[in-house]
């Protein structure tokens, strides 16, 4: 039996649960029904033609992902709901490389290592490289590399950039270069990933080989991603990637029974949040600009529609927003 939407949703939660013709940023702040919202619209989708393996969900924790997953069995039952690919970003992509480790020189049975393993194993290759343990402790070190994953610096990338090299001088550690080039090589004889590896890798899987990352752009017809203004640059290049090429004739697909499903993307954030939402969603739609299928609308600092050819935004709050924000 399907839900009446309508019925349970304010005019603003039904209008972004129900808007599924294109990419759509819906922000959200506290209160807002955020949660519900993305609730009712992946039960949407599952009652408009989307097999729940053709939905990917992303949140920030699992305990979220979870209770989620259980709102959607109420409304759908356990058994389609079971089969949403729905979790953290982490959660997710260890599952992907999980299947696809051998191409990028891991087995499917990698270990995955938590903060405490990580700076276990720094602490070796500091005391290793007999250097001054009072200056670079392990939680600091661990730290700038995990930086350096989370902004995409692969350990040759942060050995060239003069500007890191310049900031670890002025704080007396110029060798953390040497330090990760060992971590990083050491975790691959090891057949080990840290957290960051689960998305630096699935990065490197999606950009290197081609063939897979339009597997898995086939598989994703829909994807949804959670509090999107915490996201860091390697999770927004890695939705950037499954996003690619929505413009194209191949952004359909075609069921058993002839359905054809688009390609899209929903964001949820709150810009109240965060100071680099802005610059998170300034990628995305640079991503999206691409696919002007449709007139959409633009709500400026005095609240009031202009119809632009430009992406959806809809407004979960009462509350004006002091600057536009378009995707």
């Not at 393996?53 to 039952?77: C, D, H, P, S, Y």
């Not at 902004?151 to 670890?168: F, G, I, M, N, Q």
Request: proline share 2%.
């Amino acid at each position: 039996m399907n839900t009446n939407y309508k019925d349970e949703l304010n005019e603003s939660q039904y209008e972004a649960v129900t808007y599924i013709d294109g990419p759509s940023l819906v922000i959200a702040g506290a209160g807002s029904g955020k949660t519900r919202v993305l609730t009712y619209k992946i039960s949407y989708l599952l009652e408009n033609d989307y097999n729940p393996w053709n939905i990917l969900a992303l949140t920030f924790t699992n305990k979220a992902a979870r209770e989620m997953k259980e709102r959607i069995a109420q409304q759908v039952g356990m058994e389609r709901a079971r089969y949403l690919w729905m979790g953290t970003f982490h959660s997710i992509f260890s599952r992907i490389l999980r299947t696809e480790a051998q191409y990028i020189g891991f087995t499917s049975q990698f270990t995955i290592y938590d903060t405490t393993d990580s700076k276990s194993m720094i602490h070796s290759i500091i005391k290793e490289m007999k250097l001054d343990e009072k200056i670079y402790r392990p939680g600091i070190v661990q730290a700038r590399i995990s930086n350096a994953k989370n902004h995409l610096l692969s350990p040759t990338r942060y050995a060239a950039d003069k500007e890191v090299y310049e900031s670890d001088r002025a704080v007396k550690m110029p060798m953390i270069r040497e330090i990760y080039a060992h971590y990083w090589e050491r975790c691959r004889l090891a057949n080990v990933m840290d957290f960051d590896d689960l998305l630096v890798y699935t990065y490197i899987l999606f950009r290197d080989f081609p063939e897979i990352l339009a597997r898995y752009q086939d598989q994703f017809r829909y994807v949804l991603v959670d509090e999107y203004q915490d996201t860091n640059k390697v999770q927004d290049e890695i939705v950037r990637q499954l996003m690619q090429n929505l413009n194209e004739n191949k952004n359909t697909y075609k069921m058993r029974d002839e359905t054809v499903l688009p390609r899209r993307i929903c964001v949820v954030g709150d810009d109240a949040q965060s100071i680099y939402f802005v610059v998170r969603i300034s990628i995305i739609y640079f991503l999206l600009l691409k696919n002007t299928l449709m007139q959409k609308s633009l709500i400026g600092h005095q609240g009031k529609k202009e119809s632009l050819n430009l992406r959806k935004t809809i407004v979960l709050e009462k509350r004006l927003l002091m600057r536009p924000i378009v995707l």
